[in-house]
Each structure stands twice: as C-alpha cells, then as structure tokens.
C-alpha cells in the first residue's frame, strides 16, 4: 500500500512539473500531492514528507507565482500595454505553449521544453500584438507591447519552471531520504 501511495505522489509531482510548463496549475498540484501524503499516508513523516516538506513546498509555489504575475505584468506593462493586449497576450501564451508542444525541437530531451517555453512567449508576443493593434494603436507601439509581453513570459515562465523544479526535486530529496536512515 505505501509503494502505491509512494508511487502516486512521484507521478503527481512529475505532473505537475509538466503542467507547470503549460501555464498550468502544476506547482499546486504538486502541493497537493505532497499534502495528501503528509496527511493521510500512516508513517509519512518517516518517509521524508512530513509537513515541514508541504510547507516549504507551499512557499515556493506562491514564490513563484507571484514571480511570474509580476513579470508578465511588468512585461506589458512597461510599454503602455492596454488590457485587451494583456488577456489576448495570457490567450496567445497558452496556444503557443501547446504548439510548441507538438512541434517541439529537434533537441534530444529538452527539445520539447525549450518548445514549450519559446512557443508559449511567441504566443504572448502575438496575442499582445494582436490585441493593440485591436485597440487601434499603432504598429510601433502594438510592437514594443509585444516585445514587453514576450520577455514578461519569458522571465515568469523560467521563474515559475525554477519553483516546480525546486518542489520536484524537495519531493524527491524527502522521499529519497528515508532511503539513507
């Protein structure tokens, strides 16, 4: 029963490192998980995932989130970026992160990652585009708005990937641990 429970929170805390690469609630997944073993799983703490593992999870995650609100927002932002910019901007990240996805990179391993993380800040730049030029703005400006909302993702989506890393791997160095006793 416990290498059931054991191998139910590595496969969430995989998931959620993947869907965190998405924009996805990843890293909240991963709480969870690690919380839902702390809680309910008999003998967790002598695993390594008691609940000062769930809480320094739960601190990186909110980290990161708020590391990756502000650099999206200071991204558009900085050039003047209007809110219909901004919501097809978050619209335009989420596409391209699926189509970077599918189309990935010819690197072996990090090829899709790399995919994931350029389409979904393509994606920001286009969709921030699309929305000023929307809004009637000109060219010039619906480019700087763009270029602001690709480097905002870019920056959030490397913060955000460091945070589900950071939780991954504190899973992983707990369960590990019990291991080495």
């Given at each position: 029963m416990i290498?059931?429970?054991i191998a139910?929170?590595?496969?969430?805390?995989?998931?959620?490192w993947v869907l965190?690469?998405?924009?996805l609630p990843g890293?909240?997944?991963a709480v969870a998980a690690l919380a839902m073993f702390a809680g309910l799983v008999p003998g967790a703490g002598s695993w390594g995932v008691g609940w000062t593992v769930v809480i320094v999870a739960l601190v990186v995650a909110v980290v990161g989130e708020l590391a990756e609100l502000?650099?999206?927002?200071?991204g558009a932002a900085r050039h003047g970026g209007s809110r219909r910019g901004a919501v097809l901007a978050m619209i335009g990240s989420m596409i391209g992160a699926m189509l970077g996805a599918s189309l990935g990179l010819p690197i072996p391993?990090?090829?899709?990652?790399?995919?994931?993380?350029?389409?979904?800040?393509?994606?920001?730049?286009c969709g921030a585009v699309l929305g000023e030029f929307w809004k009637g703005r000109p060219a010039g400006q619906a480019w700087q708005v763009g270029q602001g909302a690709f480097w905002g993702r870019l920056a959030g989506s490397l913060a955000k990937i460091a945070s589900a890393t950071i939780i991954l791997v504190l899973g992983l160095a707990a369960l590990a641990s019990s291991f080495f006793q």
């Open positions: 290498y059931l429970a139910l929170l590595l496969s969430a805390l995989l998931a959620g965190t690469l998405f924009s890293n909240w997944l502000a650099a999206g927002a200071m391993v990090v090829g899709p990652i790399v995919g994931v993380v350029l389409g979904a800040c393509l994606g920001a730049f």
